[in-house]
């Protein structure tokens, strides 16, 4: 009998090199400037093979020197970090009133930032319209227009990746045609990714938030409407046509149940916990506001009837979140958007309460810890992620 079974391969040298070069432009993102001796030790690679390797990545445009170490023993060894001119990168978060736009190097350092009112904008013309404030973004960061390696944009809807077209967002007048992502690349000049508004929130969360460290984690969004992002092993979980974590849809008890949602646009949870509803509950005692995030933070300074009103409030989340809990089972709940972040600490240990009398899993709740825009941090750090694997893998 003949042996077929070979010897796996071994790596060739200029795989082997790659493997290397990459290796060590995560540690200088990660770390900030090192010197040869540094990445040689963080690697294991000898003197020899580490200073090859930073010759190739500065031959390439992916490092630069940047001064010397200083106050040792010895002479002062030259210091080298990522190119930060290596690659730009834009993210958007679009909502109904606005798109806030960002650009950032390859680094992660954010150049250029601003905010641009939709009001007005007729739907024939959303494409030209954000090309237009990407453009003014680039050239506000002192780029040239064509700098950009990827763009992503965080909407609120999931983009169906059988037919290309946006899905529960019929509230966004504009994004709907067919050939979305093509006019974007063809308006910006550039690779584009449409995400998910709430799973971009989680990425965010998951980089350098609440959920850094977990693999299994859901994020609830709640704010105009109420959304999820689920994580799993590591990994966002979008579902067969992208709509997973629309659960402003989903039946939930002490709501009526919703027909024809795709028409009325709402859903059960969303009657139960959405904008509209925090209102009705909080008028229901006694707390007069003008918005959703108003009426909690009132309630927070209202002993008596904003006690109430917030106990109530954690009840309906956790309703929600219980049936989530039952079906995905996650370690980590973290709460975001504008009424959790308005409800703070208080509402927080009210929801982990609540879900806690309700639920058999009991996992943590947890509040977001993201500054500003998680949306727009996720759609930077997912662009990130996709302009240095195409800069660093192909030089």
């Keep these: 009998m003949t042996d077929t079974t070979r010897p796996p391969l071994a790596g060739t040298p200029s795989l082997l090199r790659a493997i290397n070069d990459r290796a060590a432009l995560e540690l200088l993102l990660a770390n900030g400037p090192l010197s040869r001796t540094q990445i040689g030790t963080l690697t ?27 106050g040792g ?58 090309a237009a404030a990407v453009a003014a973004t680039v050239r506000q960061a002192g780029l040239a227009e064509d700098s950009l390696r ?32 093509a006019e974007l690349e063809e308006a910006l000049g550039a690779p584009v990714a449409i995400e998910n508004d709430v799973n971009l929130a989680a990425i965010a969360e998951q980089a350098f938030g609440a959920a850094a460290g977990c693999e299994d984690f859901v994020l609830l969004w709640a704010e105009e409407g109420i959304g999820a992002a689920i994580v799993i092993a590591g990994r966002l979980h979008r579902g067969f046509t992208g709509g997973a974590g629309e659960v402003g849809y989903m039946p939930v ?88 972040a308005a409800g703070g600490e208080r509402l927080r240990e009210l929801v982990q309460e609540a879900l806690a009398s309700i639920s058999i899993p009991r996992p943590e709740v947890r509040f977001t810890t993201v500054p500003g825009s998680p949306v727009l941090h996720g759609a930077l750090q997912r662009a990130l992620a996709a302009a240095r694997e195409a800069a660093f893998t192909t030089h």
Excluded at 263 to 289: C, K, P, Y
């Design 44 to 70: 294991g690679l000898s003197k020899p093979t580490a200073s090859q390797l930073l010759a190739r990545l500065e031959a390439a445009g992916l490092v630069v020197p940047v001064g010397t170490t200083a």
């Design 73 to 130: 023993p010895g002479p002062n060894a030259q210091l080298y970090q990522v190119n930060p001119a290596a690659g730009y990168v834009a993210g958007l978060d679009v909502s109904t009133t606005h798109v806030r736009i960002a650009v950032a190097d390859i680094t992660g350092t954010t150049l250029a930032e601003q905010q641009v009112a939709t009001k007005g904008w007729p739907a024939a013309a959303t494409v030209e319209k954000v």
């Design 150 to 181: 990827e763009v992503v944009i965080g909407v609120p809807g999931a983009l169906d990746p059988s037919s290309g077209k946006l899905r529960y967002a019929s509230h966004l007048p504009g994004w709907h045609s067919p050939r979305l992502v």
């Design 253 to 340: 008890p002490g709501a009526p149940v919703v027909h024809d949602v795709r028409r009325r646009n709402s859903g059960g949870f969303q009657e139960l916990a959405g904008a509209d509803a925090v209102l009705a509950l909080a008028a229901g005692h006694g707390l007069a506001a003008p918005t959703a995030e108003q009426a909690v933070q009132l309630a927070l300074t209202t002993p008596g009837a904003g006690d109430d009103f917030l106990a109530v409030l954690a009840e309906r989340f956790a309703t929600g979140l219980a049936v989530i809990v039952s079906v995905v089972d996650p370690e980590l709940l973290v709460l975001s958007g504008g009424i959790p």
